[in-house]
């Protein structure tokens, strides 16, 4: 390795994606300063100051690599040695067919990792406005949590409005507190997880008297107050308050978190209704978070609503739901391809902030800003990774796939992805052979790109 600059590559957040980031410029060889504000300063959402804290859900959703796009998007940043993946999968807990995780552990172990590394310097306090001007290469990585002052002074320095969402956050709930004589373990399907269970989920069943008095206490029920400065933001579609899907229709929730499909009450031997699932949040197996239960309820109108549920009727809550304000850039027309601000091409932007949606996107958009930072700063080209790939798609979609007028936050998606060419005869790759045909051709590519000097890592 020749340096070519002897100062830091700066990291500015140390949530999921400023971690990875930090950790892939060190493994190339490069010293990095993660800076993180916690605890100098706190936000509306985390609770410690611990690197990579999970402030909503404590799933990575599906780890399926063969016919779903973000367990594609896990087995790649496997193989290109993300630190977020190894402290997931050395803190997983039985969720099905999902990698869910210890979130205490999770963070400790993403902390400790990051403490430890002799090129990483971790710097407590926050970084307001725009980083100082002898920060040669800087990465943004604030998450949906960014300080006001950091956002509006690249809102003036772009000449863009940024945007902003709601984002809402599920509650926990003691296992020991729910009534098995009405709930039971199961996992949809009884489809194996990354554990090998296929008993990982808690469901409560309702039926359909009880799902629409349930209904019905969802729109009564009194919602938290929003300032004026929010009242105009919108929610993300992939992460709605549970209230807010029950307005847009009586069957939605029966067709969305509350399907029943997959499921069977061995209680009394049918298919229920509707069925409230909750998913392990602890490695004591103490603590169950309500899956897709995010809401804007108020803390008591959620005891008084979510104890009506058969099974919660003396639930002890750890955590009760809430929301936090989120804030993204309009990416696809800021950024360049290498993740860097048209307008100041020595700052990065990474993570969440950059209109992806969900942790490991967060996480995999990190991995590759800091590995475009650690090759720059080698003086190095490198190739991004292809667009056939999972992260190559979602570097599209945010530097310029997505059309800048009506960009909104996206997980990874098969959509997002080049379409298959026909096998030769064929006028078309059947549907059932798709996401297989593109979880392949993924990690064939990747494998080919990890094979030329620009894209490994040292």
């Known amino acids: 390795m020749t340096e070519t600059n002897q100062k830091p590559i700066h990291v500015v957040g140390g949530g999921l994606a400023g971690s990875e980031a930090a950790w892939q410029i060190a493994r190339a060889g490069v010293p990095v300063v993660l800076h993180e504000m916690r605890p100098e300063r706190g936000t509306e959402a985390h609770l410690t100051d611990g690197l990579a804290e999970l402030v909503c859900s404590n799933s990575f959703r599906s780890d399926d690599a063969e016919n779903n796009a973000v367990g594609l998007l896990h087995e790649e940043m496997r193989r290109l040695g993300s630190l977020i993946m190894a402290c997931g999968d050395a803190t997983k807990l039985p969720a099905g067919g999902a990698l869910a995780v210890d979130r205490v552990a999770f963070s400790d172990r993403v902390t400790a990792q990051l403490e430890a590394d ?35 002074a690249v809102g003036r320095l772009s000449g863009e409005e940024y945007l902003a969402f709601f984002d809402a956050i599920a509650p926990i709930v003691h296992k020991d507190s729910i009534d098995f004589s009405k709930a039971w373990f199961q996992s949809r399907y009884d489809k194996p997880g990354p554990g090998g269970g296929t008993a990982d989920y808690v469901n409560c069943p309702l039926n359909e008297a009880q799902y629409e008095a349930f209904i019905a206490a969802l729109l009564e029920g009194e919602k938290t107050d929003f300032k004026d400065w929010e009242t105009s933001t919108p929610y993300f579609e992939g992460c ?11 069957e939605t929730l029966r067709f969305g978190p509350m399907k029943p499909v997959g499921l069977h009450d061995p209680h009394r031997n049918e298919r229920p209704y509707a069925v409230v699932q909750l998913r392990q949040d602890n490695a004591l ?151 297989p045909a593109m979880s392949a051709r993924a990690l064939t590519d990747l494998a080919a790109w990890l094979t030329t000097p620009a894209a490994a890592a040292e």
Do not use: C
């Not at 406005?129 to 920060?135: Q, S």
């Not at 005891?303 to 804030?327: D, K, M, S, Y």
């Open 118 to 152: 002799p090129l990483v310097t971790i710097q407590r306090g926050e970084v307001a406005g725009l980083p100082p001007e002898d920060w040669d290469q800087v990465i943004v990585a604030t998450g949906p949590l960014t300080s006001p002052e950091l956002a509006e």
């Open 240 to 250: 709605l308050p549970i209230e807010v899907m029950a307005s847009r229709g009586p």
């Open 285 to 435: 197996g103490t603590l169950y978070n309500i899956v897709g239960f995010q809401t804007k309820l108020k803390y008591g109108e959620q005891v008084r609503i979510f104890r009506t549920i058969p099974g919660l009727e003396q639930a002890e809550f750890a955590r009760l739901g809430g929301l936090h304000r989120n804030t993204f850039i309009n990416s696809p027309q800021l950024l360049d391809k290498e993740l860097r601000l048209k307008a100041m091409p020595r700052m990065r932007f990474a993570g969440q902030i950059t209109g992806v949606e969900g942790y490991v996107e967060s996480a995999a958009v990190g991995l590759m800003a800091g590995r475009f930072a650690a090759a720059e700063y080698q003086g190095q080209a490198f190739a991004p990774p292809p667009p056939t790939t999972a992260h190559g798609a979602l570097l599209a979609h945010i530097t310029g796939g997505a059309d800048a007028s009506t960009f909104q936050p996206m997980n990874v998606n098969f959509g997002l992805f080049p379409p298959l060419t026909p096998p030769e005869g064929k006028r078309k790759v059947r549907k059932k052979d798709r996401k």
